[in-house]
């Protein structure tokens, strides 16, 4: 089911600006590329627009945020907004900063999303529970568990109606859910945690997913869900690989390479999920 | 013939100053390193002059610019005319918003440059023909081929000309031309446009050739060959690297270890290139 | 005697705070992540304060620095030092430019500093002496060998007792000294300078170790002479592992695996150091 969404991106290529970190900009980019999209990153306020105008689909990640590319992010949603365009954020650390709570809750108020892709501590501290998000990474005492996960089904769901968006948390169970379903995905792999940028390189993935899915007419919510499924294989792959001398930056290679290397048929079977449907309203 | 032009960088060990974009700019100075020269980014105007005037050459690369940077070139680009330091433009972009292409203007119209090393979209854009950059890429449309080279050959010249530059389109097929010769070049790997960065380290490489070349008083034509091809071998021995496990990350990485490993009988003999003189005026 | 440094910053995951450059941030965050500490990078003044209060550590990095970051990095130096958090500076390319020379003096006048981290041309432009540094790299005439150490151990013991902090020299031989005792270590390859990052990364790296170090109450000069002989060692077993296509990108790839794989045994076994004390006085 989810295979088609990886030859969607494949088939339409889309053009995806980025508004990010440079922390791991570079590895977005690559990611982008690996999984058959094309970046571009520009966060000057004077070219904002014009450049979310010649893409397909918006990412905005408020890594290393700072005064001057926080208007952009405004100015480029709201150009994306018009344009139907969709537009992924990644509230990365929010919980951790108030200019980055506060940033982020402005976009959530001010753009439509197709999806919130965060670290469950992230998440929370979007939604008013409190939480304090441990630097860029989740709270351990936060983490969804096979016996809460249905407690965070209604989280997400909950989230996901009054946001009108996607939410779409990582972790060791991902949870992806949109107001009437919801995914909880079990790919992955320990070693994602290892590295920077496994979060910021989902979240470019995941816009690659949507904006290909807007194109061809599919399933958001489906599009997420592949996206998650393919960075979780990918992490299962790379972990396969390691060799004895092997540590975090070959991982960090072997994960790029094993979604430039993806094929449907692997998303289609690799990947490891339980979707519910909601049926109580 | 080229392979001296590597043996001039490696024996000068120019120090270069680079104002580039944050997404590839590890990669610049790691290819910096790789060839034999140094690497310094610093993109302040309160030193942009001060670094530029300790350095002997200087890449100018417009990716996520901003009005803080755009400054910044103009500064150093000034400092490095009056020293006589080689500068290389980069107008990643150029075409895609009207502040890449109207500062690339800018540039262009203010600085003496050693060369301009871009895509075909991009030099496009430049000349004033009508081109829509496809984000940073070339679009199909604009592509070098066997049978539109002599026109491509006569507008990288008549560009050339104007511009009192090295023109230097990337490609499938490379243009290399400045008024009365061009180089057609051949060497590459198709997955070089599968990784972000392969244009940027192309032309911070380039700073790299051409300042060894004015230190050595050799040709700042041919340095831009050379510059050239030696990226498109090291793409192509990349390639040649590749196992079945490997994809676009792994192939970065090879990139960058052939660069370090380039030889110059490697650069001599592997380099597939037609040189043209013009003798027509 | 080193080994239980590098336990004591797996054991506690210090989350340390990185106001660092963007040339080489993603190694920076990733070395973090390699060795067990966590990182966070974020430089606006708006929010440099509040993610400082949630760290234990504190980098301060000032390759590219602007005129926004410096403001940063004395906000979160300050609210650091009221906290209590250990803070290192890399003054990178003090001596290259009168920005990046004054700002490291500023920086070292008023905030408390754990270490300062720089190459010996570095180190000597802030002490007062007389160096230009190039670009980013030491001058080679500013080398520490073994017939000059003596003269550099009371360079570092007397800068160390002015400064009242550990002042660490990377080179060819390190000098990590406090007023009373400097080690001088052998460990390391010479392949570390064929790539970008190793001083910014055994800077973050060092970051780790001295925040770890305060929590359970060891040795700081220990702690940074730790970092130090990790970095040399991974150095070494990275060009242990080198094969013959193998060039500097994958030697970067190699070092941060080594940090991962990292033993305590490993690095108690293998450095290579001498601890001198002083009875002068």
Chains 1, 2, 3 share one sequence.
């Not at 590895?27 to 627009?49: F, H, K, R, S, T």
């Not at 990474?137 to 016996?147: E, F, G, P």
């Not at 995905?185 to 910021?200: P, R, V, Y």
Request: proline content about 2%.
């Amino acid at each position: 089911m989810l295979g088609r969404y990886l030859k969607n991106v494949r088939e339409t290529a889309p053009l995806i600006h980025n508004i990010t970190n440079y922390v791991t900009v570079n590895d977005c980019a690559n990611i982008l590329l690996a999984c058959g999209a094309l970046p571009v990153m520009a966060d000057d306020q004077a070219e904002a627009e014009a450049i979310t105008a010649i893409c397909g689909g918006l990412t905005i990640n408020i890594g290393t945020l700072n005064s001057r590319t926080i208007v952009s992010m405004l100015l480029a949603g709201k150009k994306a907004a018009q344009l139907g365009h969709p537009i992924v954020l990644d509230p990365v650390g929010a919980g951790a900063s108030p200019l980055r709570t506060h940033t982020a809750d402005e976009l959530i108020s001010q753009l439509p999303l197709a999806a919130v892709r965060g670290n469950i501590s992230e998440i929370k501290a979007l939604s008013g529970s409190s939480s304090l998000t441990h630097g860029v990474d989740a709270n351990a005492s936060d983490k969804v568990t096979d016996d809460n996960l249905w407690q965070h089904f209604t989280f997400a769901r909950k989230l996901a109606k009054a946001w009108n968006t996607v939410i779409a948390i990582s972790g060791e169970t991902d949870i992806v859910a949109d107001e009437n379903k919801a995914f909880a995905i079990k790919n992955g792999s320990a070693l994602m945690s290892k590295i920077t940028g496994s979060g910021c390189m989902l979240s470019a993935l995941t816009t690659a997913y949507v904006t290909a899915a807007k194109k061809t007419e599919t399933s958001m919510l489906e599009a997420v869900a592949a996206a998650f499924c393919t960075m979780g294989i990918a992490g299962e792959n790379a972990a396969d690989r390691m060799g004895s001398l092997d540590g975090s930056a070959s991982f960090r290679n072997y994960l790029l390479d094993a979604v430039f290397n993806m094929t449907e048929e692997e998303l289609d079977t690799k990947a490891k999920y339980e979707l519910v449907s909601y049926t109580d309203d």
